[in-house]
């Protein structure tokens, strides 16, 4: 496997209105502080070649919001590749969580850059239901089209795929 590889899970739910929910993440850290559109994620992470993207997915969900993934069938998203060459894997989950319950796992990194001192950020500085078209909006651009796929998935009617399966 060569290149970055990421994997999440795409929590989503009907809203009040009827419409397709989406829990999102803003991405924390000085980069990100001030921006909207394009720093709001699918709780993700990179994995490497020894594991398996569904297992990364929900590691990954438990390290960004601390919490427990839901349990239910899911529907795989496919891949994307974003703008800086990494591939990432989804799989959507129909369950509702409450964002106020996340506690994001951390990262380290010197700040300001140069200046010798390193600082501790938030993974996620913040995670909230979007519906699916303000998440477009504001989402990572290659990751726009889970929410599309998860858009045609839930106008179809069709079933849910089921847990992955260990091959």
Same mark, same amino acid.
């Given at each position: 496997?060569? %290149?970055?590889?990421?994997? #999440?899970?795409?929590?989503?739910?009907? +809203?009040?209105?009827?419409?397709?929910?989406?829990?999102? #993440?803003?991405?924390?850290?000085?980069?990100?502080?001030?921006?909207?559109?394009?720093?709001? &994620?699918?709780?993700?992470?990179?994995?490497?070649?020894?594991? @398996?993207?569904?297992?990364?997915?929900?590691?990954?969900? $438990?390290?960004?919001? +601390?919490?427990?993934?839901?349990?239910?069938?899911?529907?795989?998203?496919?891949?994307? $590749?974003?703008?800086? #060459?990494? /591939?990432? &894997?989804?799989?959507?989950?129909?369950?509702?969580?409450?964002?106020?319950?996340?506690?994001? +796992? /951390?990262?380290?990194? @010197?700040?300001?850059? +140069?200046? %010798?001192?390193?600082?501790?950020?938030? @993974?996620?500085?913040?995670?909230?239901?979007?519906?699916?078209?303000?998440?477009?909006?504001?989402?990572?651009?290659?990751?726009?089209?889970?929410?599309?796929?998860? !858009?045609?998935?839930?106008?179809?009617? !069709?079933?849910? !795929?089921?847990?992955?399966?260990? @091959?």
């Amino acid at each position: 496997m060569s %290149g970055r590889r990421s994997a #999440g899970l795409l929590l989503h739910r009907r +809203g009040a209105d009827g419409g397709v929910e989406v829990l999102l #993440g803003h991405m924390g850290g000085p980069f990100f502080a001030r921006r909207g559109a394009g720093a709001w &994620t699918i709780p993700k992470g990179e994995y490497d070649g020894d594991e @398996e993207p569904w297992a990364a997915a929900l590691r990954e969900f $438990r390290e960004e919001l +601390g919490l427990e993934p839901p349990d239910g069938p899911v529907v795989p998203l496919g891949e994307v $590749r974003q703008a800086g #060459g990494k /591939t990432v &894997t989804a799989w959507a989950l129909e369950a509702d969580l409450d964002p106020a319950a996340a506690v994001p +796992g /951390t990262f380290e990194m @010197e700040w300001p850059r +140069g200046s %010798g001192r390193v600082q501790v950020f938030p @993974e996620l500085d913040r995670v909230a239901w979007l519906p699916l078209g303000r998440a477009a909006e504001v989402i990572v651009k290659a990751q726009a089209e889970f929410l599309r796929r998860l !858009a045609e998935h839930s106008a179809s009617g !069709a079933p849910h !795929a089921g847990e992955p399966r260990d @091959e």
